[in-house]
């Protein structure tokens, strides 16, 4: 309950707007992202069928192998 209005004043500050009349807010962990088994292949990429994934699940099942994951992907489509 204490990281809540810390995270909220810091993400309002970065993005430069203010969260108002919230009727609901929970902190949680990002347990039901954690795959059985490691995976080093960042996204998957079908360049025949123009068909793309990334996530979470394709590293280390943590919020920051979200943002890499699709990072990797959108430099390599930005790359064709």
Do not use: M
Not at 43 to 56: F, R, S, T
Not at 59 to 72: D, I, N, P, Q, R
């Amino acid at each position: 309950d204490k990281l809540i209005p810390i995270l909220k004043e810091i993400t309002e500050d970065t993005l430069k707007i203010k969260f108002n009349n919230i009727l609901y807010e929970s902190l949680h962990l990002w347990r039901y992202a954690i795959p059985q088994q490691s995976n080093d292949v960042k996204y998957y990429l079908d360049e025949e069928n123009n068909l793309a994934v990334a996530g979470d699940w394709c590293l280390k099942g943590k919020v920051e192998s979200a943002f890499l994951s699709g990072y990797a992907l959108a430099e390599k489509l930005f790359s064709h």
